[in-house]
């Protein structure tokens, strides 16, 4: 009778670690997916909430989104300009006057 609880506990107990083990890798992914979409470094990320947990992924959610494209934009006007005297909106396609951050027609923030 004692082989039989001995043999179950032994069950559990692997059954409790394999899904503790993938709660724990499975937020990690998370991390690194919601990193990537933010445009921040899925790796460190992944590490990050792997060691860290909840507190992390709560730090990821609330951090700013990086726009490449806008610093990219910033970076070309200053380094270039005699570039065109507009810029095209990437949300409505209308064409800005270069000096302005600002759509004029749907209000899209390039800065």
């Known amino acids: 009778m004692l082989e039989f609880y001995a043999e179950n506990s ?7 670690v394999v899904i503790f083990t993938a709660i724990v ?10 990193a990537n979409e933010k445009g921040r470094s899925s790796g460190t990320w992944f590490w990050l909430c792997l060691f860290f947990g909840i507190p992390a992924l709560i730090a990821l959610g609330f951090s700013q989104d ?3 494209r ?3 934009h910033k970076i070309e006007r ?4 005699d570039m065109s005297v507009t810029w095209k909106c990437p949300k409505c396609g209308i064409e800005n ?3 302005l951050y600002t759509c004029s ?3 899209y923030k390039l800065a």
């Open 10 to 16: 032994t069950t559990i107990v692997i059954i409790c």
């Open 25 to 34: 890798l499975g937020r990690a992914f998370l991390g690194s997916w919601l």
């Open 66 to 68: 990086i726009d490449i």
């Open 70 to 72: 806008k610093i990219a």
């Open 78 to 81: 200053a380094n270039n300009p």
């Open 97 to 99: 006057p270069n000096n």
């Open 105 to 107: 027609g749907c209000g």
